[in-house]
């Protein structure tokens, strides 16, 4: 987990938190198994991750993709720049 988010991810956290998507609840930084979810929607089953241009086709994240969709969640993975 980090402490600091990056601008994207605070960006974005801005329009999650306190149910302000549709009144959809989202956690931010959440652990699951090896690796922590940038933003999950458990009710949905839905992970949102903020990849930056040093993740680009990395394996260490299709790695964490194919985990994460294991335990029958839908994984978005953003491209986003990290500012």
């Given at each position: 987990?980090?402490?600091?988010?990056?601008?994207?991810?605070?960006?974005?956290?801005?329009?999650?938190r306190?149910r302000?998507?549709d009144?959809?609840?989202?956690?931010?930084?959440?652990?699951m198994?090896?690796?922590?979810?940038?933003?999950?929607c458990?009710a949905?089953?839905?992970?949102?991750?903020i990849?930056?241009s040093?993740?680009?086709?990395?394996r260490?994240?299709?790695?964490?993709d194919?985990?994460?969709?294991?335990?029958?969640?839908?994984c978005c993975?953003?491209?986003?720049?990290?500012?």
């Amino acid at each position: 987990m980090r402490r600091e988010p990056t601008e994207a991810e605070d960006r974005l956290w801005h329009e999650l938190r306190d149910r302000r998507l549709d009144n959809i609840k989202f956690k931010r930084q959440m652990p699951m198994g090896r690796y922590v979810a940038d933003f999950v929607c458990p009710a949905a089953k839905l992970i949102v991750e903020i990849d930056g241009s040093q993740h680009a086709e990395s394996r260490h994240d299709q790695e964490r993709d194919t985990e994460l969709k294991a335990r029958d969640f839908g994984c978005c993975v953003s491209g986003m720049p990290t500012f």
